[in-house]
């Protein structure tokens, strides 16, 4: 099977469409993460060495896509689409970004706060972003926790408007950021060898 070369007036760029999917299924782990960490106490070590590095991650790769975003233009949105529906999806698609690079550096932040260090790998450390201080790193948690449940409910409404739009509308929306794939071409078929002619 062979990736389909995308349409660049229907669908997003290849590198849109890697970096959407790898960060959907980042933050997909990182809200699994974040909630195994309130609820599971003798984990709760071994989590923050995988939520940590993943946040950092999460942080680099949306300043790729917001840069990637700026200097190319995305594929229209399917036509009859409501103008409202469309400002819907436009604003709440910034606020996404908005929140996807905000809620790395609240955490980035409060784990300064606590006078402990980002770890990313063995002892490779962030530098602290924060100065250490009790009631800054509780406003922090804070901020983190409740930008977390904002991003959770954008991610099930983003859902459920790509699903609304796939199953009932029939259009194009989920196409714009798709992979498709199609069987490779059939080698042609090899030409019969005529026979060749008795000589007696």
């Known amino acids: 099977m062979t990736t389909e070369s995308a349409d660049p007036e229907t669908t997003y ?4 469409r890697v970096l959407h999917w790898t960060m959907a299924l980042l933050v997909l782990a990182m809200l699994f993460i974040g909630v195994f960490m ?4 003798s984990d709760f070590h071994l ?3 995988l939520h940590e590095p993943l946040g950092f991650a999460i942080l680099t790769l949306v300043l790729v896509r917001i840069g990637w975003r700026l200097t190319h233009t995305p594929p229209p949105l399917p ?4 103008r409202l529906e469309r400002l819907v999806a436009m604003y709440s698609e910034r606020l996404i970004y908005l929140l996807l690079l905000l809620q790395p550096l609240f955490g980035w932040a409060l784990v300064s706060a ?3 260090p980002v770890v990313l790998f063995c002892s490779w450390h962030l530098p602290a972003i924060a100065p250490m201080n009790i009631t ?8 983190h926790e409740i930008a977390a449940y904002v991003l959770y409910a954008l991610f099930l409404a983003h859902l459920a408007g790509v699903l609304w739009n796939t199953l009932v509308v029939r259009n194009r929306v989920l ?4 992979f498709r794939l199609r069987p490779k071409p059939a080698a042609p078929p090899t030409p019969a060898r005529k026979p060749e002619a008795d000589p007696t």
Not at 13 to 16: F, G, H, M, N, V
Not at 136 to 143: T, V
Request: charged share 5%; proline share 3%; aromatic share 4%.
């Open 136 to 143: 800054l790193f509780a406003g922090l948690l804070r901020a």
């Open 47 to 49: 989590l923050v060495t």
């Open 13 to 16: 760029t290849i590198t849109a």
């Open 175 to 178: 196409h714009r950021m798709t």
């Open 114 to 116: 606590s006078g402990q």
């Open 79 to 82: 036509t009859g689409m409501p």
């Open 38 to 41: 309130v609820t599971s106490v």
